[in-house]
Nanobody, 124 residues
Framework: VQLVESGGGSVQAGGSLRLSCAAS????????MSWFRQAPEKEREGVAA????????WYADSVKGRFTISRDGVQNVLYLQMDNLKPDDTGMYYC???????????????????WGQGTQVTVS
């Protein structure tokens, strides 16, 4: 299983970015996928998760109303639309798939079976 993130970059506060995560090598559809981020000298934080069968989503309080997680089931790509970005959103963003827990619990616990390499987001 391979997860490859893209779409990161540098943007001014108030701007937008859309991250993508291309998944391949799956023998089955992962029931849950997610986005995490980690800022320098901070712990990794769960940002958003999505139940792939019906699109139910969960968000960290810090991004509610600004970020939207979605998935293209045909192309097997996970997205994170990030609007009204703030400097506190700066960090390395990772996608993850398959948690031993339910989606929302996996977002809190940070335990997932597969991780991407990350894409950097810098907001100034």
């Amino acid at each position: 299983v391979q997860l490859v993130e893209s779409g990161g970059g540098s943007v001014q506060a108030g701007g937008s970015l859309r991250l993508s995560c291309a998944a391949s090598g799956y023998p089955y559809r992962p029931y849950c996928m997610s986005w995490f981020r980690q800022a320098p000298e901070k712990e990794r934080e769960g940002v958003a998760a999505i139940y792939t069968f019906d699109g139910t989503a969960w968000y960290a309080d810090s991004v509610k109303g600004r970020f939207t997680i979605s998935r293209d089931g045909v192309q097997n790509v996970l997205y994170l639309q990030m609007d009204n970005l703030k400097p506190d959103d700066t960090g390395m963003y990772y996608c993850a798939a398959d948690s031993p827990y339910e989606c929302s619990e996996g977002l809190k616990r940070g335990q997932w079976n597969f991780w991407g390499q990350g894409t950097q987001v810098t907001v100034s």
